[in-house]
């Protein structure tokens, strides 16, 4: 059982970046793959990032590439998500999934936070 809590989230104004983060409970942390994925209201939960449990393989979703950044410290249970460059179209809650398999599909993750609210104004 893996439980996570989201943190870092706010109003920002459009260019500015934040960095979300993702404390874990367990000692098995560097066993799961970490994600990140967000939902704007009335749209579906989008794919964000995702990361193998050693931290060398990163995915990201085409939409954040080049302006997201996501890293993780097993030490301290920890997975990061640097925002930058951000778009009012980045506007949606952030959610950190922990499961077996990096990637985009949000079935594969099997435990979930509940989110931090990122606000970007134009």
């Known amino acids: 059982q893996v439980q996570l809590l989201e943190s870092g989230g706010g109003l920002v104004q459009a260019g500015g970046s934040l960095r979300l983060s993702c404390a874990a409970s367990?000692?098995?942390?560097?066993?799961?793959?970490m994600a990140w994925f967000r939902q704007a209201p009335g749209k579906e939960r989008e794919f964000v990032s995702a990361?193998?449990?050693?931290?060398?393989?990163?995915f990201y979703a085409d939409s954040v590439k080049g302006r997201f950044t996501i890293s993780r410290d097993n030490a301290k249970n920890t997975v990061f998500l640097h925002v930058s460059s951000l778009k009012p179209e980045d506007t949606a809650v952030y959610y950190c999934a922990a499961g077996s398999v990096p990637g985009s599909n949000w079935r594969s993750f099997a435990y979930w936070g509940q989110g931090t609210q990122v606000t970007v104004s134009s």
């Open positions: 367990g000692r098995t942390f560097n066993t799961y793959a």
């Open positions: 990361i193998n449990g050693g931290g060398e393989i990163t």
